[in-house]
């Protein structure tokens, strides 16, 4: 049933070309799309039959905008930048936003060739892209045996392994002639151009003159160069004569699920196929412009694209630029191309859908399941999970899924003040993320898992008591083998889970991944407080500055021997002060700890010191224990700027007596 503020919009669009916005209860963005005729094509998502998917889609809408253009153009333009921008989970994604690899060969003596994806270097050629990413580095590493080129970012001080192997010419040690730099520089570039035939015969000449100087290690080595290079030269299956560079595009649609199929060849030869097969809500040829252009975005434009009938060449040619030529082939063996583009869309499409429709039906049981068991709708659910070293690098992960999906975009990290207990740490971050939440009006998620039984789900309750927010809450509990077992209702009702459902995965799924971005925060943490050093402490050096200081000053020994007037030249006089300041305090420090005290008095300082430690400790505990109340929130959770990095919010009266996060300094 359309809703009453639906149909006053419906009636309120335009016979003209733009873009239309559909949006969630929550006001989040769904899906993005372009029309010729605003009117006709946002009305047909709530009339006529659609397949289940579209059907999925228009369940969810409660709210849609529209913006009007002057031509179908720039329709075209402005749904690429506004899926770039709000990322709907409906619309089709290139490649989750990331280009494919390219591989570069540098215009600098001495020339390197490596894999990347940054096409920023001038000086540089790039040659690609490679949709397939193991294709880019099995390359890189042909290259790096057959020719004897840098294989180290850093230079060194002398010459290593490569060296002695002769697949280096030691640049890190000798100046390499720029002449001969350039002919080996020429050599590569012929090669990534698919011209290897020369260079097959080179490595046969060598490999035979090595076996008549029975040098047979360095022969058998030449001929697993040329092994690789025979086995690149035989994937080029298709070589035109003009070596113009083109990418060539088919596409499939069936069942509600579009396969677009890619040949990206350069200078003639194949280089690479690609493919993608995605659920489509719209329709399939504007889907498929739509995914070109999100394509082009990310990779180098070539010379000329070929495109099957009823494309939209002028829109693309348009939107591309007038150094490329968009086509559609009607005869030879362009046409040839393009109906092998085509074919093998169909044919991937009929091997992979099943696999596809399987798992988006899996994805649809296990988010019925939820909803079931719980009485509601659920969408969005979140997860936490700590981690810390006994109770060193306190941290918390939070991840976020929509309908069952990953939504890497609300991930958060956050820092947690001195660790007390595992359901302390919980109560501390419930408290900080839906505080904020609150303070802010955004809305709170379907659901809410805690790791745990009846006295985390509590501990949960009591937050959303505290805060009087509406949130359900459940619990994952584990058997003895510390494996999920079943759902935990805010009762105390416990729901047994089948390992053979959808849903037991799905929830599996979720708890790996929210543990595996807690423990990998941790580890990032743990390892920078292992590499600390004091100048990370003093404000005004950086990474820089820490790097001139010790290539001055040699040893941590040497800079705190120096004098001021040595710090002021590497460092501003305010900065050297500082630093200066920092290193008398560290020698006070040191002095006073040890002094000229006997060691029997420095022990009983220490075990009384220890014990006065552990009193207070149980002094803070029974305060604890006394208080019913949560942790007052830090304002910054993961997602906070800058900005507000000193400011606090107002920690509730019964909390008083307790240190808020905001209060232990902590930073998200």
């Known amino acids: 049933m359309i809703t009453e503020h639906l149909q006053h919009k419906l009636s309120l669009l335009p016979d003209k070309p733009g873009c239309y916005i559909m949006k969630d209860e929550a006001g989040s963005i769904l899906y993005v799309g372009k029309a010729k005729v605003l009117k006709n094509r946002v009305r047909s998502y709530f009339h006529g039959a659609h397949d289940l998917k579209t059907t999925r889609l228009v369940s969810h809408i409660r709210d849609f905008e529209f913006i009007v253009t002057d031509s179908e153009k720039e329709a075209l333009l402005l749904e690429i930048n506004l899926i770039k921008l709000h990322r709907p989970p409906y619309n089709i994604m290139f490649m989750d936003d990331k280009s494919y690899p390219y591989i570069e060969v540098t215009g600098t003596n001495p020339v390197a060739v490596r894999r990347t994806r940054r096409l920023t270097n001038r000086t540089s050629q ?11 580095m099995e390359i890189v590493r042909l290259i790096n ?12 001080k002398q010459v290593c392994l490569y060296y002695h192997m002769h697949q280096c010419l030691g640049p890190c040690v000798k100046k390499i002639p720029d002449e001969e730099d350039a002919a080996v520089r020429r050599q590569i570039i012929r090669f990534l151009k698919g011209d290897a035939a020369d260079i097959l015969q080179d490595l046969q000449r060598q490999r035979d003159a090595f076996s008549m100087d029975l040098q047979f290690e360095r022969a058998a080595q030449v001929q697993t160069q040329i092994e690789s290079l025979q086995h690149v030269m035989e994937k080029q299956t298709i070589d035109f004569a003009d070596r113009t560079d083109r990418d060539v595009f088919g596409w499939y649609e069936d069942k509600g699920y579009l396969s677009i199929y890619g040949l990206i060849l350069r200078e003639g030869k194949l280089l690479e196929r690609t493919l993608s097969v995605s659920p489509v809500y719209g329709d399939s040829q504007e889907e498929f412009e739509s995914f070109i252009l999100q394509y082009y975005q990310h990779n180098i434009v070539p010379r000329e694209i070929l495109v099957p009938q009823h494309t939209d060449v002028q829109g693309l040619q348009e939107t591309l630029g007038a150094k490329t030529h968009v086509r559609i082939p009607l005869r030879g063996d362009k046409k040839k191309l393009a109906d092998m583009a085509a074919e093998n869309a169909r044919t991937a499409h009929e091997q992979k859908f099943q696999l596809a429709y399987k798992k988006d039906k899996e994805l649809a049981e296990a988010n019925s399941g939820l909803s079931r068991v719980f009485g509601k709708p659920v969408h969005t659910v979140e997860l936490f999970d700590n981690s810390h070293l006994q109770g060193s690098e306190n941290v918390s992960g939070l991840v976020v899924f929509r309908d069952g999906t990953p939504d890497k975009s609300q991930y958060r990290h956050y820092k947690l003040d001195t660790y007390r207990s595992d359901l302390d740490s919980m109560k501390e971050v419930l408290y900080r993320r839906y505080f904020r939440l609150q303070q802010q ?10 790791d745990g039984g009846l006295l985390q789900v509590q501990a949960a309750v009591q937050i959303r008591q505290e805060l009087g927010i509406n949130l359900t809450i459940g619990g994952l509990v584990k058997d003895d083998r510390h494996s999920t077992r079943g759902l935990l209702l805010e009762d105390g009702t416990e729901v047994p889970l089948d390992r053979k459902e959808p849903l037991f995965f799905l929830l599996t799924r979720m708890q790996d991944e929210v543990h595996r971005f807690a423990i990998s925060y941790h580890r990032s943490r743990r390892t920078k407080a292992m590499t600390r050093s004091v100048l990370d402490k003093v404000p005004g050096i950086g990474p820089a500055r820490k790097q001139e200081l010790q290539k001055r000053f040699k040893s941590m020994k040497r800079m705190k021997a120096a004098s001021l007037e040595e710090l002021e030249e590497v460092l501003p006089r305010d900065v050297a002060r500082r630093l200066m300041e920092k290193f008398a ?12 005290r006997p060691a029997d008095v420095r022990v009983e300082d220490a075990a009384g010191d220890m014990e006065a430690e552990l009193a207070a400790l149980a002094d803070e505990l029974a305060l604890l224990d006394a208080q019913d109340a949560p942790y007052a929130a830090s304002d910054g959770d993961g997602e906070a700027d800058a900005d507000d990095a000193d400011a606090s919010q107002a920690v509730p009266a019964k909390d008083a007596g307790r240190k808020s996060p905001a209060d232990a300094g902590m930073v998200e």
Do not use: H, W
Request: glycine share 12%; hydrophobic share 35%; charged share 20%.
């Open 126 to 136: 790039y040659f690609g892209p490679y949709p397939n990413s193991s294709s880019a």
């Open 145 to 156: 045996r057959i020719f004897p080129i840098r294989k180290c970012r850093t230079l060194q």
């Open 441 to 450: 009006e955004k809305a709170m998620p379907d659901l809410l898992l805690v």
């Open 585 to 596: 305090g560290m020698a006070e420090g040191e002095a006073g700890s040890s002094g000229n």
